[in-house]
């Protein structure tokens, strides 16, 4: 993620950071105080143990708009490459999205996206945007294997489930058919 490690593929790893331990982390301290980005997506997905395999599950805004996580960026040198890195925050599930997984992004509203992209504004002021998105605004679909296949990226990723094929060409049976 950032110039705090020594080997890229090491500082790479930290795709994520937990919005409650930010300011304990050296390698996010820092980036909390002058390095905030809006990371925006139209959906995330996590996976939940079904009938003996894992389905993929799109969490998306229930009016479908865009997502806005809360992220930190860096861009430093390593051996005279520029790398240019970000991390999205997150915090504990609600409720809603617990049985999914117990973590989720930092969502930021529309209201939030200037205070958390001043600069002038303090990390202490920030605490009240590092919460849960509210669980009315959104809604969790199951969705096909396509969305966990890198051949496959847009609008195919959050069909639903249907006949899927594994790596070696086979149908895996539809479970939701007789």
Same mark, same amino acid.
């Given at each position: 993620?950032?110039?705090?490690?020594?080997?890229?593929? @090491?500082?790479?790893?930290?795709?994520?950071?937990?919005?409650?331990?930010?300011?304990?982390?050296?390698?996010?301290?820092?980036?909390?105080?002058?390095?905030?980005?809006?990371?925006?997506?139209?959906?995330?997905?996590?996976?939940?143990?079904?009938?003996?395999? @894992?389905?993929?599950?799109?969490?998306?805004?229930?009016?479908?708009?865009?997502?806005?996580?809360?992220?930190?960026?860096?861009?430093?040198?390593?051996?005279?490459?520029?790398?240019?890195?970000?991390?999205?925050?997150?915090?504990?599930?609600?409720?809603?999205?617990?049985?999914?997984?117990?973590?989720?992004?930092?969502?930021?509203?529309?209201?939030?996206?200037?205070?958390?992209?001043?600069?002038?504004?303090?990390?202490?002021?920030?605490?009240?945007?590092?919460?849960?998105?509210?669980?009315?605004?959104?809604?969790?679909?199951?969705?096909?294997?396509?969305?966990?296949?890198?051949?496959?990226?847009?609008?195919?990723?959050?069909?639903?489930?249907?006949?899927?094929?594994?790596?070696?060409?086979?149908?895996?049976?539809?479970?939701?058919?007789?």
């Amino acid at each position: 993620m950032t110039s705090w490690a020594k080997d890229p593929a @090491k500082g790479g790893h930290a795709i994520n950071a937990r919005a409650e331990t930010l300011a304990d982390k050296p390698s996010f301290r820092g980036l909390l105080n002058r390095r905030r980005c809006l990371i925006p997506a139209s959906a995330w997905c996590e996976w939940r143990a079904e009938g003996g395999r @894992k389905q993929p599950y799109a969490i998306l805004r229930r009016d479908s708009g865009l997502l806005a996580f809360a992220g930190l960026w860096e861009k430093w040198g390593h051996d005279g490459e520029v790398l240019e890195t970000a991390a999205i925050l997150t915090t504990s599930a609600t409720a809603a999205m617990r049985p999914l997984y117990d973590r989720m992004p930092v969502i930021l509203p529309p209201e939030g996206y200037e205070t958390w992209l001043q600069d002038a504004v303090t990390p202490g002021a920030l605490r009240g945007l590092l919460s849960p998105y509210p669980d009315e605004a959104l809604v969790a679909q199951p969705v096909g294997l396509a969305v966990n296949d890198p051949r496959h990226e847009g609008p195919v990723c959050l069909e639903p489930p249907g006949p899927e094929m594994d790596a070696q060409g086979r149908l895996f049976p539809d479970e939701t058919a007789d």
